[in-house]
């Protein structure tokens, strides 16, 4: 089994001329090349059965060090292939076995790749995530009236306490969702995605929202420079701009729903 | 766009900025949220469910080994983790604020009627 090759789908897109991929990368270490059936454009890397067939690849993910390399190499080429035209980035571990598999898959879904092949020429995706800025150091409660013991007074001091701290969480979450708002109305399509793990950002602080905008590529500029003006708007929440990104959150075909301002959103489906 | 997605810190930058600033690498949690998680959904011939694999596989890496000393810590996420559990999960800490607020509310009427009957029972004596 070691030494069979499979092929790893790294993105789909069309028109491609195979040339613009010379000297890329894919993540078994061997160059990506493609595969073109019904009009789209498949691009591949072929695989170690050994490293990526079913038991290994369920070991190997379970390993941060090789994930981190996998998922950096998959990005890499989704990102390349993304800066030569519109793409439909694939998820991580989509394997198949041969070029004819891929070409009946590229055939079966011809549909929902042409849609959101559609829906992503020209547009770029950019993710602004929120964190709740660090509070302000709070002046001393007053002393409380000596009508009641001192366990009640200190109770009802941590009581106030915690309400002015409630109150301060709050106002952030609201002016997050006004961030939210306001880039809503800049792009084309939205997407809200949960809060990062913080562990994994290694941030201290709250993540109140983590958003995806799908932003006509010629308006880029526009929408950088209001995320750096809603930046200095408010004192409760700190705002960080990545991108420019394939459209990783814009490629699935789900359902979706129209916010209060009017702009299709694609919400994450229950899980 | 001919440059590379990085993060970066909003002070001063616009996407015109990030071309001249070289390619720094994107950050991990951003690039794993995206490959796992996002991208077209299509069954390969390899079966493999990253829903399986993805939260707990990540999470638990960054968790101390053993869940009692995280839970001291105050590291409990996974009590309302949908994956794991069926309780309801909390998105921000607001609630976790105001959930002890209204508990320490209940401590403290009940600590001022605790004090009201033993000023009685003192008087009665």
Same mark, same amino acid.
């Given at each position: 089994?070691?030494?069979?090759?499979?092929?790893?789908?790294?993105?789909?897109? #069309?028109?491609?001329?195979?040339?613009?991929?010379?000297?890329?990368?894919?993540?078994?270490?061997?160059?990506?090349?493609?595969?073109?059936? @019904?009009? /789209? &454009?498949?691009?591949?890397?072929?695989?170690?059965?050994?490293?990526?067939?079913?038991?290994? /690849?369920? #070991?190997? $993910?379970?390993? $941060?060090?090789?994930?981190?390399?996998?998922?950096?190499?998959?990005?890499?080429?989704?990102?390349? &292939?993304?800066?030569?035209?519109?793409?439909?980035? =694939?998820?991580?571990?989509?394997?198949?076995?041969?070029?004819?598999?891929?070409?009946?898959?590229?055939?079966?879904? #011809?549909?929902?790749?042409? @849609? &959101?092949?559609?829906?992503?020429?020209?547009?770029?995706?950019?993710?602004?995530? &929120?964190?709740?800025?660090?509070?302000?150091?709070?002046?001393?409660?007053?002393?409380?009236?000596?009508? =009641?013991?001192?366990?009640? @007074?200190?109770?009802?001091?941590?009581?106030?306490? $915690?309400?002015?701290?409630?109150?301060?969480?709050?106002?952030?979450?609201?002016?997050?969702?006004?961030?939210?708002?306001?880039?809503? #109305?800049?792009?084309?399509?939205?997407?809200?995605?949960?809060?990062?793990?913080?562990?994994?950002?290694?941030?201290?602080?709250?993540?109140?929202?983590?958003?995806?905008?799908?932003?006509?590529?010629?308006?880029?500029?526009?929408?950088?420079?209001?995320?750096?003006? /809603?930046?200095?708007?408010?004192?409760?929440?700190? /705002?960080?701009?990545?991108?420019?990104?394939?459209?990783?959150?814009?490629?699935?075909?789900?359902?979706?729903?129209?916010?209060?301002?009017?702009?299709?959103?694609?919400?994450?489906?229950?899980? | 766009?001919?440059?590379?997605?990085?993060?970066?810190?909003?002070?001063?930058?616009?996407?015109?900025?990030?071309?001249?600033?070289?390619?720094?690498?994107?950050?991990?949690?951003?690039?794993?949220?995206?490959?796992?998680?996002?991208?077209?959904?299509?069954?390969?011939?390899?079966?493999?469910?990253?829903?399986?694999?993805?939260?707990?596989?990540?999470?638990?890496?960054?968790?101390?080994?053993?869940?009692?000393?995280?839970?001291?810590?105050?590291?409990?996420?996974?009590?309302?983790?949908?994956?794991?559990?069926?309780?309801?999960?909390?998105?921000?800490?607001?609630?976790?604020?105001?959930?002890?607020?209204?508990?320490?509310?209940?401590?403290?009427?009940?600590?001022?009627?605790?004090?009201?009957?033993?000023?009685?029972?003192?008087?009665?004596?």
């Amino acid at each position: 089994m070691a030494g069979e090759t499979v092929l790893w789908l790294h993105a789909v897109t #069309r028109g491609l001329d195979p040339r613009q991929l010379a000297g890329l990368i894919g993540v078994g270490g061997r160059p990506v090349r493609t595969v073109e059936a @019904a009009g /789209l &454009v498949a691009v591949v890397s072929p695989v170690d059965l050994g490293e990526f067939g079913e038991e290994p /690849l369920r #070991r190997n $993910l379970e390993d $941060l060090a090789w994930l981190e390399v996998v998922a950096r190499a998959h990005h890499d080429v989704v990102d390349a &292939v993304g800066r030569a035209g519109p793409v439909v980035p =694939t998820r991580l571990a989509t394997v198949y076995r041969d070029d004819a598999r891929i070409g009946t898959v590229l055939a079966d879904r #011809r549909a929902d790749f042409s @849609a &959101v092949l559609d829906r992503v020429t020209d547009r770029t995706e950019w993710g602004v995530k &929120v964190y709740a800025a660090p509070a302000p150091p709070r002046p001393a409660a007053a002393p409380a009236p000596d009508t =009641t013991g001192p366990g009640a @007074a200190y109770l009802r001091r941590r009581r106030e306490q $915690l309400s002015a701290e409630h109150q301060t969480q709050q106002a952030a979450v609201d002016d997050a969702q006004e961030v939210h708002a306001a880039l809503s #109305r800049c792009a084309e399509a939205v997407r809200r995605h949960p809060p990062q793990d913080r562990r994994l950002t290694g941030q201290a602080a709250t993540m109140l929202l983590n958003g995806a905008y799908l932003v006509g590529t010629e308006h880029s500029q526009q929408f950088g420079a209001t995320v750096a003006a /809603l930046s200095g708007r408010y004192r409760t929440i700190r /705002l960080e701009l990545t991108g420019p990104w394939p459209p990783y959150s814009f490629s699935t075909v789900e359902f979706s729903t129209v916010e209060d301002f009017g702009v299709v959103e694609h919400r994450d489906p229950p899980r | 766009m001919s440059h590379a997605p990085q993060s970066s810190a909003m002070v001063g930058r616009t996407p015109g900025d990030m071309a001249s600033t070289g390619h720094e690498p994107a950050n991990l949690a951003d690039i794993l949220e995206r490959v796992l998680d996002r991208g077209i959904v299509i069954v390969g011939d390899i079966r493999v469910s990253l829903l399986d694999i993805e939260l707990l596989t990540i999470k638990l890496r960054l968790v101390i080994a053993s869940v009692d000393t995280a839970r001291e810590m105050g590291i409990d996420w996974w009590e309302y983790d949908p994956w794991l559990t069926s309780r309801p999960r909390r998105p921000i800490e607001a609630d976790a604020a105001a959930d002890e607020a209204h508990a320490l509310e209940a401590d403290a009427a009940a600590e001022e009627a605790r004090e009201r009957r033993l000023d009685r029972e003192k008087h009665r004596a």
